[in-house]
């Protein structure tokens, strides 16, 4: 089944539990959507009803609802509580982690993320190269910060010289941020069923985000969004089917550990190669290897 993300955005949508699904009325039209279809719901109206039976129902099964801005900025989410049998086991591994091993976990996210980016300029025939030496020179907790001095000389080369990553903008901004959104939901729901705890992070420690951890491994694969938004930056305004694009992102096929897979379920291979280094305190552990497969 490809992983199916609902998006709530018309005002007057009125949400309830029928048996199995959820029936979504919006005064002209009612459509039935069964519940174990749904691998995540990003909410963008400020003006919708939905019942505490369809949202415990999500909860449930693990879909994470994810409040979002006129942006798609997330703003809020609703994650299982309990969301593994050794979920106070890990999240104990998780807290007792040292710094040492968290600034190798964070060199290795970093390094994965400038190749992924170098790879994507290749494949679109902009030549990658001079990102080639910030990868090589990532240190533990990045702290020169290779990461940022990359990301600025990839999306002059990705976009033109003029243009900014700024969440507040509605340009290619915001096809960048709803195709984030989508994919975080993915690593939400991944570090959650896995027991972690979404708000304690390796590397990104906002005492207002509530989910530092799932931004700390999000990292590498977000240029598989930035070639999508590459492809369809002239669709500024979102339509339907840009929407339905960036969350078919989900099924995408990808390579990790030798095998091919829908990114959905490279994001929950992931997660667990994650879990088991924390488990085992041995960052090398972490397989981060995950090839995006571009297309050009």
Not at 111 to 122: A, E, S, Y
Not at 129 to 134: F, G, Q, R
Request: glycine share 4%; charged share 20%.
């Amino acid at each position: 089944m490809k992983p199916h993300v609902l998006e709530f955005i018309s005002p007057g949508l009125k949400i309830t539990k029928v048996r199995g699904s959820m029936m979504v009325s919006s005064g002209q039209v009612d459509q039935l959507v069964p519940l174990d279809d749904v691998f995540s719901a990003l909410v963008l109206s400020d003006d919708l009803q939905i019942s505490t039976n369809v949202i415990a129902s999500l909860i449930e099964r693990n879909v994470p609802i994810i409040f979002c801005d006129s942006k798609y900025n997330p703003l809020a989410s609703l994650l299982r509580y309990d969301g593994h049998y050794l979920t106070q086991e890990r999240q104990a591994a998780q807290i007792n982690l040292s710094q040492i091993q968290k600034g190798r976990f964070w060199q290795r996210i970093v390094r994965q993320k400038i190749l992924n980016q170098k790879t994507l300029l290749d494949v679109l025939g902009i030549s990658g190269a001079s990102l080639s030496k910030y990868f090589e020179e990532v240190e533990a907790h990045d702290k020169t910060g290779r990461e940022a001095i990359a990301a600025k000389i990839y999306w002059r080369q990705l976009f033109g010289s003029e243009f900014r990553r700024d969440f507040s903008q509605s340009d290619v901004n915001k096809l960048l941020n709803y195709g984030y959104a989508v994919v975080r939901s993915a690593v939400a729901r991944s570090v959650t069923s896995s027991g972690l705890n979404p708000t304690i992070g390796i590397h990104h420690n906002n005492k207002q985000n509530p989910f530092c951890l799932v931004d700390d491994l999000l990292e590498p694969f977000r240029p598989i969004v930035d070639n999508f938004c590459f492809h369809h930056q002239t669709e500024l305004s979102l339509p339907a089917e840009i929407k339905r694009g960036l969350a078919a992102l989900l099924a995408h096929e990808v390579q990790f550990q030798g095998e091919n897979k829908p990114l959905s379920s490279a994001i929950q291979d992931y997660v667990h190669s994650f879990v088991n280094s924390v488990m085992c305190e041995d960052y090398r552990m972490f397989d981060v290897d995950v090839d995006l497969k571009f297309y050009d």
